[in-house]
C-alpha cells in the first residue's frame, strides 16, 4: 500500500512552453504533498509544500510565480513550469504524507528536458 | 535551523561484508523522526529504516540496522551481509514533529555507496 505516482515519467519541453507534472496518491488519501527538485548527482531540495485546499508553502528561493502547485483533492497535487527555461531542466520528485504515519511516500520522479 | 550532515560523499564494500554509513544532525528539538532512503539508479526513493527520537532502543529492518546517539546527534546506518542490490545513494533525513503533525524531511547531501562483487 501508500503508492504514489508521478506523470510524466519524462518530459522534454521547447524553452518559453509550460509544463504539468502530476502526482497522485493511488491507495490513501495525502494530507500533505510536498515537492523537490534534484540535480544531478546532488540531494534533494524542498521545494514546496502542499496541503488540500490550501495555497502551497514555498522555500525561500523558489520562485512561486514560476513553479505553480495545485493541491486540488487529497490524491492529486500538480506542479507546473510556467515559460520553462534549460537551467529548469531537473528531475523533480513528489512524496506524499497521511496524518500520523510519519514518514513521506515518494514517487518516481519526472525528468524535464528544457531545450 | 535543522541541519543533516554526511561526511563519506563515497564508499564501497565486499560483497556479503558489513559498512557502516554515517549521519550527524544539529537541532535544538526533542521531537523528531530520523530516516534512512536509499536511492538506486532509477532514482525512486526508498525507504530503508526509520527512528522515533524518544525511543532508546536502536531500529532494525533485517540488515539494516541504526547507531541513534541522541545526545551525540548521531544516527549512522550498518548494512550487513552486503548485497550487489544495495548499490546506491543513501540519504539521512530529519523529520522535525510540530504537535500532532508532521514536518517536512531534511536531507543530507547522500553517501554513494557501491557494493563489489
Known amino acids: 500500500g501508500a503508492v504514489v505516482s508521478q506523470h510524466p515519467s519524462w518530459v522534454i519541453c521547447k524553452s518559453g512552453t509550460s509544463v504539468k507534472i502530476e502526482c497522485r496518491s493511488l491507495?490513501?488519501?495525502?494530507?500533505?504533498m510536498f515537492w523537490y527538485r534534484q540535480f544531478p548527482k546532488q540531494s534533494l531540495m524542498l521545494m514546496a509544500t502542499?496541503?488540500?485546499?490550501?495555497?502551497?508553502?514555498?522555500e525561500q528561493g523558489v520562485e512561486k510565480d514560476k513553479f505553480l502547485i495545485n493541491h486540488a483533492s487529497l490524491t492529486l497535487s500538480t506542479l507546473t513550469v510556467t515559460s520553462a527555461h534549460p537551467e529548469d531542466s531537473s528531475f523533480y520528485i513528489c512524496s506524499a504524507s497521511r496524518d500520523s504515519v510519519w514518514r513521506e511516500y515518494f514517487g518516481p520522479g519526472t525528468r524535464l528536458t528544457v531545450l | 535551523a535543522q541541519t543533516v550532515t554526511q561526511s563519506q560523499p563515497e564508499m564501497s564494500v565486499q560483497e556479503a561484508e558489513t559498512v557502516t554509513l554515517s549521519c550527524t544532525y544539529d537541532t535544538s528539538e526533542n521531537n523528531y523522526y530520523l530516516f534512512w532512503y536509499k536511492q538506486p539508479p532509477s532514482r525512486q526513493m526508498i525507504l530503508v529504516i526509520r527512528?522515533?527520537?524518544?525511543?532508546?532502543q536502536n531500529a532494525t529492518e533485517n540488515r539494516f540496522s541504526v547507531n541513534f546517539q541522541k545526545a551525540a546527534k548521531s544516527f549512522s546506518l550498518k548494512i550487513s551481509d552486503s548485497q550487489l542490490g544495495d548499490t546506491a545513494m543513501y540519504f539521512c533525513a530529519f523529520m522535525k514533529l510540530y504537535g500532532g503533525s508532521q514536518g517536512n524531511l531534511i536531507f543530507g547531501k547522500g553517501t554513494k555507496l557501491s557494493v563489489k562483487p
Open positions: 527512528q522515533e527520537a524518544y525511543k532508546q
Open positions: 502542499s496541503n488540500e485546499g490550501s495555497k502551497a508553502t514555498y
Open positions: 491507495d490513501f488519501q495525502a494530507t500533505t
